[in-house]
């Protein structure tokens, strides 16, 4: 690297220049605030782990996304976290084992070996809710509903929310007895919409002509909540255990459109995005002009299991710097920002500060002043009395 490109940041990596980390700080603190009023509990996980606590588990899934390294005070091989659901799942079930239902909340910064999506952030600001030890619908749906007070209270509006359920084809593939590697290939082709591919995948096994077309039928079932009723017409021949999964949904779906009559509701029973460790419903919110999610969550029962103790979890993340991209609000403009003259008193300095405002003090530099400090007022001197005005 030449002494003109070392300013370059690797792919997919980023950094918050004066304007946007005010912003993101800004919605930092009103969504923990948000959050705590919630009841939920502020957890900070550790960047770095021991690489076997990272991807114990349900986070096998995570290894192709995590870096890896040798810790030089033990030996041992370290990865960085890429999601903190993992981790907050650690914390719950080692560290603080309630009985009663907990709720958590997190923010910090993942790093991922490879960007989710074309041209996108390798280190998003990952921030999320996480609810254990309830395995209701009630549950659900408050982590639902807590995901969009978030995009609310960060300006991102015209969401659209998407609904499936893991438990629709864990149950379908239990029932087949599909072997691992062709329930990986299957859940993959549902995934993409790959109907051709799904069609010779059947072709190829020997399935009842009932079966088939049920399971031909599963990567097109979609649409509005009327889609529900058709799924449990199409997937009858899977019995009790894929209607209960459409009953949820169903349930859920009737308290969003009371709590949210605003927002639009799409059910993709084929959905299974995320790192796979969902095992119930599974949620994404979409705006227009976007092509991946930018907000997702979903049940994951037993994540605690590998640290010791397996009970009910739901939760959601998404990637605050890509909230505040898409934010429509407008930068808070209730603070001044004040330019004050050398010989300011520091009692004057201080008390413009402690009323909340921006004081930026003179250095004596050529060149100063309130315009090019970028301030729309300045404390001026009036027999004796310092005054704010405008510039």
């Known amino acids: 690297m030449s002494s003109d490109d070392r300013w370059l940041l690797p792919e997919g990596i980023e950094e918050a220049l004066p304007e946007q980390a005010t912003r993101l700080e800004q919605f930092r603190r009103e ?14 996980p550790p960047f770095i782990e021991f690489l076997e606590s990272l991807l114990t588990g349900t986070g096998q899934d995570l290894d192709l996304q995590t870096f890896k390294l040798t810790d030089q005070l033990s030996g041992r091989m370290m990865g960085v976290r890429c999601d903190l659901t993992p981790q907050v799942a650690r914390i719950d079930a080692h560290r603080l084992n309630r009985e009663q239902p907990t709720r958590l909340s997190y923010l910090g910064t993942a790093l991922k070996t490879r960007p989710d999506g074309f041209a996108g952030s390798r280190s998003p600001l990952q921030i999320g809710g996480e609810l254990y030890g309830h395995d209701g619908v009630s549950a659900d749906l408050e982590i639902i509903s807590l995901m969009m007070e978030t995009l609310a209270t960060c300006g991102v509006d015209k969401a659209m929310l998407t609904l499936g359920h893991v438990g629709i084809l864990n149950q379908i593939a239990a029932q087949l007895g599909m072997q691992e590697e062709q329930k990986r290939c299957f859940f993959e082709m549902l995934q993409r919409k790959a109907v051709t591919e799904v069609d010779s995948w059947l072709a190829e096994h020997d399935y009842d002509a009932g079966t088939r077309s049920a399971l031909a039928s599963l990567a097109l079932l979609g649409g509005g909540i009327d ?69 997702r969550g979903g049940r994951y029962d037993g994540i605690g299991k590998a640290f010791g103790r397996e009970r009910a979890a739901v939760g959601f993340s998404a990637d605050l710097k890509t909230l505040s991209r ?32 921006i004081v930026i003090c003179a250095l004596g530099a050529a060149g100063e002043s309130a315009a090019t400090m970028n301030c729309a007022y300045q404390l001026v001197e009036n027999n004796g009395q310092w005054t704010v005005e405008s510039v």
């Open 227 to 295: 889609s529900l009723a058709e799924a449990r017409q199409r997937l009858a021949v899977f019995g009790d255990d894929v209607a209960v999964c459409l009953g949820r949904l169903e349930t859920l779906a009737e308290q969003l459109q009371q709590r949210y009559p605003q927002v639009s509701l799409h059910f993709d029973l084929s959905e299974h995005k995320g790192y796979h460790y969902e095992t119930g419903v599974v949620f994404a919110a979409y705006v227009p002009g976007e092509g991946q999610e930018i907000a």
């Open 31 to 44: 969504l923990i605030d948000l959050y705590t009023s919630w009841g939920y509990e502020l957890v900070m």
């Open 326 to 357: 898409l934010s429509n609000r407008e930068a808070s403009t209730s603070v001044k920002r004040i330019f004050a003259p050398a010989e300011t008193p520091a009692a004057t300095v201080n008390a413009a500060r402690a009323q909340g405002d």
